[in-house]
């Protein structure tokens, strides 16, 4: 599956999941230059403590080591798509490690994608905890 030149017709919202499964493969993989490609240059990321990330402060965590997806287990997601637009709502328990300490979150989230310039891209990525 490529990120690039799915008519509209084409895309699913299978496509959209599988997206998702694939980025958060390469967030465990560390292939952060995937992740920066699928993330969009005016991403937002809020947190589930309620602080936000910029795409740039975001993948300068991750390429620092500072924050390390050591596994993520995504479950319940589920995608609708709207023309340019996909919505996806999932949970997923993330084992991390940040600042040298490892923690386990159990999370919801939602992660908005768009279609600009005949790319999909994850636009806004909201976690909470549950």
């Known amino acids: 599956m490529t990120l690039e030149g799915w008519p509209d ?3 699913t919202a299978e496509d959209i999941v599988k997206l998702s499964t694939d980025k958060f493969r390469w967030k465990t993989d560390r292939d952060v230059d995937r992740v ?3 993330f969009d240059d005016d991403l937002i990321f809020v947190h589930l403590n309620g602080r936000v990330s910029s795409k740039s402060e975001w993948i300068e965590e991750m390429r620092s080591g500072r924050f390390v997806y050591e596994r993520i287990s995504p479950r319940e997601l589920t995608a609708r798509v709207y023309g340019d637009a996909a919505a996806l709502f ?3 328990r993330f084992d991390v490690r940040f600042s040298g300490h490892r923690a386990s979150f159990d999370l919801a989230f939602t992660e908005v ?3 600009k310039s005949g790319a999909w891209r994850l636009v806004n ?4 905890s549950y």
């Not at 990525?125 to 909470?128: F, I, P, R």
Request: charged share 20%; hydrophobic share 40%; proline share 0%.
């Open 9 to 11: 017709s084409e895309i």
């Open 36 to 38: 920066a490609n699928l």
């Open 90 to 92: 999932g949970k997923a």
């Open 113 to 115: 994608y768009a279609r």
């Open 125 to 128: 990525l909201h976690t909470c």
